[in-house]
């Protein structure tokens, strides 16, 4: 039988998601009527089970969601604002499709190279951030952000003057077909097949979860996190921390569109998706920095992104209003735990107070 104790801790941990959800039905709920739609046809529309073909795509799509989210929470947990991921995996995505287009290596070979290189040079664009903070006590948010520029600029510039004409635009020279990898088709062909790179999504999870709770790294990163100060105390070489962390979740940012260019772009050009980067940001605040929240986060806006195309078509709804609900969620969760930790804080002062009352008395 569960303890008082439990049973509060419980209570505790499911208070704050509870409030997030019921906050945000009903300010999502409160914008669909006043764009003069129908609330009932939205929430419908929403949460009707998806087709197969859309739920291919939702399981596609968490798995760059989850790595973007992955990389950013990386930082958060030591305190660092990593806001440099879009441009990371933009540049990463460039150079490996790049790399695996020239095809110097065979078959599956030049799929492993391509990750490397996607690898290393995420890590390299996130290392100018962190260097420049230890060196020269440049926010990471600043620089990050001109990263981003720089990185999108980057692109653009080699893609028009070294790139494969391709239509009315460039791109990259395509993947060989020995190096294409075909993924699983649960259903049918029609339906789409899952992304075979979807998997660095799960083996990035569990590698970060234990790196984080299972090393003495992890802690040394969480401890810098919560106080820097005490981390220097006890040993810490911060600025050492900062860099490494950096290069971490540049790294894990330089993976994030390798399920798409091996799942079927096959080149970087058109298919290539942005603002991955800034959505992994919010579902890193959505899940707390934790690999299992930010998997239900990373599904939780592949579902609302999926389910806002029919809306327009269903019921007549503007899918921006997903948008809008997607920003709220996070707002919610970020309010709601900081409300019920208050409150929690606040409970165990009056309960020490009356512990010590009791001992003064006896």
């Known amino acids: 039988m569960a303890t008082p104790k439990v049973v509060r801790t419980v209570t505790q941990a499911l208070l704050a998601p509870l409030i997030a959800v019921v906050a945000s039905v009903i300010v999502t709920s409160i914008v669909v009527s006043i764009a003069g739609s129908s609330v009932s046809d939205f929430w419908n529309v929403i949460f009707t089970w998806p087709s197969h073909r859309n739920m291919v795509n939702i399981i596609n799509q968490t798995s760059m969601i989850f790595l973007a989210a992955l990389a950013a929470a990386i930082g958060f947990r030591m ?17 490996a499709a790049l790399v695996a287009g020239y095809a110097w290596f065979p078959g599956k070979l030049n799929v492993l190279v391509a990750l490397v290189v996607a690898m290393v040079v995420g890590a390299l664009w996130a290392g100018i951030a962190g260097l420049l903070k230890v060196t020269r006590g440049v926010s990471e948010v600043i620089s990050t952000i001109m990263l981003n520029a720089i990185a999108g600029t980057l692109v653009g510039y080699l893609l028009n003057n070294y790139g494969d004409q391709y239509g009315q635009g460039r791109r990259t020279t395509p993947i060989p077909e020995s190096s294409q990898l075909s993924g699983w088709t649960p259903w049918t062909a029609a339906d789409g097949s899952i992304w075979t790179l979807t998997i660095l999504a799960v083996i990035a999870g569990v ?15 969480r401890a810098t996190g919560t106080s820097e100060d005490a ?8 600025k050492r921390m900062v860099v490494i962390s950096m290069l971490i979740s540049g790294a894990i ?8 260019l091996f799942g079927g772009a096959d080149y970087y050009g058109p298919p290539f998706q942005h603002q991955l980067g800034f959505t992994g940001i919010a579902v890193a605040l959505l899940g707390r920095n934790r690999p299992l929240g930010i ?5 939780l806006f592949a579902w609302l992104s999926e389910q806002a195309n029919p809306l327009g078509l269903v019921a007549d709804i503007s899918p921006s209003i997903v948008q809008i609900t997607q920003g709220v969620v ?3 969760v970020v309010i709601a735990y900081e409300v019920v930790r208050r409150w929690t804080a606040a409970r165990e002062q ?5 512990a010590l009352g009791a001992e003064v008395a006896a």
């Open 295 to 299: 998997f239900f986060g990373a599904v």
């Open 207 to 221: 590698v970060v979860s234990v790196m984080i709770n299972r090393t003495r790294f992890g802690f040394d990163l």
């Open 79 to 95: 305190n660092l604002f990593n806001i440099g991921i879009e441009g990371q995996y933009t540049l990463a995505g460039y150079t």
């Open 253 to 260: 940012a330089g993976l994030v569109w390798m399920p798409a």
């Open 231 to 238: 981390a220097v105390a006890s040993g810490v070489k911060v």
């Open 330 to 332: 996070v707002l919610a």
């Open 350 to 354: 009056r309960e020490l107070k009356a």
